[in-house]
């Protein structure tokens, strides 16, 4: 059965601190392994889309990178306003199966 | 600035009610989903649609939920009738099946009281 789990589930940071959220997925026939960000009220917002083990891609203070078993989101010297949940989804086809979301907390 | 559109926003209904819910896609895009996000489930996906076409409904309880497209730029969500534990935030996404990015609208919060 295709999974994706996150973790931690929650991480909270003081401003400045890196860290980074890891994606773990079981997907069969991975076609893209896809990040999103969401703020409280809000939908989830495309960050960026992951293709092949190796691949990595940056915006401002976020870099993901990819393995063929594992995603990691990392943060650097993160800001408050990079406070949301970010989620993470593989998908094998049109279908994208999201896990339960990190919940990052930074505190200036 | 292209974006997924809904709704209402937000609904407040009594048990046994039908609720719509309307979504716009974004132009161009040819694969539209439905989601429902709760704190205990998370991101639910309930159908999804492929140049208007119904792909997979399996995610959503058929006796009193029905999704459709009757056009290009408009998806439909039906709740008949409406149920305390339908209560949620009902998202819809498009995308396209070149990319499989799907780009999410603001969602319908949906409260039945």
């Known amino acids: 059965e295709d999974q994706v789990t996150q973790s931690p589930e929650a991480l909270r940071l003081q401003e400045g601190e890196s860290s980074s959220l890891n994606c773990s997925y079981t997907v069969s026939g991975l076609r893209g392994l896809f990040w999103y960000r969401q703020d409280p009220g809000k939908g989830p917002e495309f960050l960026f889309t992951?293709?092949?083990a190796g691949e990595e891609k940056e915006k401002e203070r976020l870099k993901a990178t990819l393995t063929k078993k594992e995603s990691f989101l990392h943060i650097t010297a993160p800001k408050p306003e990079d406070s949301a949940t970010y989620l993470c989804?593989?998908?094998?086809?049109?279908?994208?199966?999201f896990g339960t979301g990190t919940r990052l907390q930074v505190f200036p | 600035d292209a974006r997924v559109t809904q709704t209402p926003r937000h609904k407040v209904t009594e048990m046994g009610q039908e609720v719509t819910m309307r979504c716009q896609p974004i132009?161009?895009?040819?694969?539209v989903f439905w989601y429902r996000q709760t704190m205990m489930q998370g991101l639910e996906l309930l159908a999804y649609f492929r140049n208007r076409a119904p792909l997979d409904d399996s995610g959503m309880p058929k006796d009193r939920f029905s999704a459709e497209m009757p056009d290009a730029t408009l998806a439909t969500l039906k709740i008949q009738p409406s149920e305390p534990r339908d209560s949620a935030v009902y998202f819809c996404?498009?995308?396209?099946?070149?990319?499989?990015?799907?780009?999410f609208g603001p969602g319908t919060r949906l409260t039945v009281t």
């Open positions: 132009l161009g895009h040819n694969t």
């Open positions: 996404a498009s995308g396209r099946t070149r990319t499989y990015e799907q780009y």
């Open positions: 989804a593989g998908g094998g086809t049109d279908k994208l199966i």
């Open positions: 992951l293709y092949s």
